[in-house]
């Protein structure tokens, strides 16, 4: 039986160090040589990889203080039976963004695919998009940092407090919030949009809110974090880029405002949807054996 007030406390030590790992030196690089200088180059990698891993950290730094030990770390690859859902960590999130690239020619293009692929042909454009998903489970590394501290450690605290909606809703802001340190400084949107900052960093909650019911179910699904972070790397990686190969016609001097960004969102946001429906019914299922 799970013993919810030190879960509770686990949870906000957790987050308390995921916060401040990640935070402290992310001002005071900010301060001292600005964002483009060290984080957006990757001049200085050693502070980036703190910043990255700070949830990482807080989740072994949290099982240290806590005397939680290593027990269901989901650590492990855990490949028997589940490859089809890294298939689905990848390709999902490529289809999302060739819909999502489909939508915004459609709304703010010329909805002529004439030209897709940006003057390449097909051969090159199968390349492309070949290079592509062969790096992604190689980005995963970069993610490695957030879910294993996201998903492999906040959302198994907060399930048995809030439910699977509520850790969804609550961790998918908390998730955005904690981007907030770079969002002001321009990394996920720029500086020059309406709204700026605060809308940036409601939009990286809506965001992290939605793509956070997909990385969630995939841990529950295999018990294994790395399925995430392939899934997360997809999301900034992979799917985006592939996605703006069928992006054609929008004029040159268009400029897309955060809100114009959320509605392209539309198709991985109704995906997101489908995963927390099927983590809902997994729930209800397994209360009835």
């Known amino acids: 039986m799970t013993n919810k007030k030190l879960e509770a406390k686990r949870l906000i030590i957790f987050l308390l160090l995921a916060f401040g790992i990640s935070w402290v030196p992310a001002i005071i690089m900010n301060c001292v040589f600005g964002y483009h200088e060290w984080f957006e180059t ?3 990698p050693f502070f980036a990889l703190i910043v990255l891993f700070g949830p990482a950290l807080a989740n072994i730094i949290t099982r ?3 005397h939680e030990g290593w ?6 690859l855990k490949l028997k039976g589940n490859i089809k859902y890294y298939l689905i960590a990848v390709f999902s999130v490529v289809a999302m963004g060739i819909a999502e690239g489909v939508l915004a020619t459609i709304i703010y293009g ?3 695919f004439s030209d897709i692929g940006g003057g390449m042909n097909g051969m090159q454009i199968i390349g492309n998009v070949l290079l592509t998903l062969s790096v992604i489970p190689l980005m995963a590394f970069n993610t490695f940092g957030e879910e294993f501290g996201w998903r492999g450690y906040m959302n198994r605290k907060m399930e048995p407090l809030l439910g699977t909606v509520g850790t969804v809703v609550v961790g998918g802001i908390i998730w955005g919030l904690w981007h907030a340190e770079l969002t002001v400084v321009g ?3 720029g500086t020059d949009y309406d709204g700026y900052p605060y809308l940036g960093i409601l939009a990286m909650c809506i965001n992290c809110t939605f793509l956070g019911m997909g990385l969630m179910w995939l841990t529950k699904k295999t018990g294994s974090i790395y399925p995430a972070a392939i899934m997360h790397a997809a999301n900034n990686f992979g799917g985006k880029a592939i996605g703006q190969l069928f992006i054609i016609g929008i004029p040159e001097d ?7 960004d959320l509605i392209v969102s539309i198709p991985s946001f109704m995906l997101g949807l489908v995963f927390l429906i099927l983590m809902l019914r997994d729930s209800k299922n397994e209360k009835k054996i």
């Open 42 to 44: 990757y001049k200085m």
């Open 187 to 189: 990394h996920n949107f």
């Open 64 to 66: 240290k203080l806590t």
């Open 110 to 112: 010329n909805a002529d």
């Open 254 to 260: 268009h400029s897309p405002a955060i809100t114009d």
């Open 71 to 76: 027990h269901n770390s989901m650590l492990h």
